[in-house]
Nanobody, 127 residues
Framework: VQLQASGGGLVQTGDSLRLSCTAP????????VGWFRRAPGNEREFVAA????????EYADSVKGRFTISKDTGKNTVYLQMDSLKPEDTAVYYC?????????????????????WGQGTQVTVSS
């Protein structure tokens, strides 16, 4: 599944952004979707994930209570609503899916769960 992440930008501390993950020409409906990020000089880290049913979500402790992941099957889009942004949220954000359809992974937070990755969208939060 080819993925496209969008919605990034330059914002100030405390602002909000909504990232979108789409799959042009394919459906995201049967896939779990994860969001990861990579800040300069850091390794890629897990941010949030939603199950293929859309009923289960998981978050990194660093974003819990501030970020919300959701799946809109009708729009074939997975969103990452980011509120109360902090400078430490600055990174390139990627969405990803596993190969398997209708599948519940053992770990949503492990990057090895996912095989298809979008190109990333830059989020910069100024202090």
């Amino acid at each position: 599944v080819q993925l496209q992440a969008s919605g990034g930008g330059l914002v100030q501390t405390g602002d909000s952004l909504r990232l979108s993950c789409t799959a042009p020409g394919r459906t995201l409906s049967p896939y779990a979707v994860g969001w990861f990020r990579r800040a300069p000089g850091n390794e890629r880290e897990f941010v949030a994930a939603v199950s293929w049913t859309g009923r289960y979500t998981e978050y990194a402790d660093s974003v819990k209570g501030r970020f919300t992941i959701s799946k809109d099957t009708g729009k074939n889009t997975v969103y990452l609503q980011m509120d109360s942004l902090k400078p430490e949220d600055t990174a390139v954000y990627y969405c990803a899916t596993p190969r398997e359809r209708n599948w519940t992974p053992t770990s949503y937070s492990r990057s090895s769960t996912y095989v298809d990755w979008g190109q990333g969208t830059q989020v910069t939060v100024s202090s």
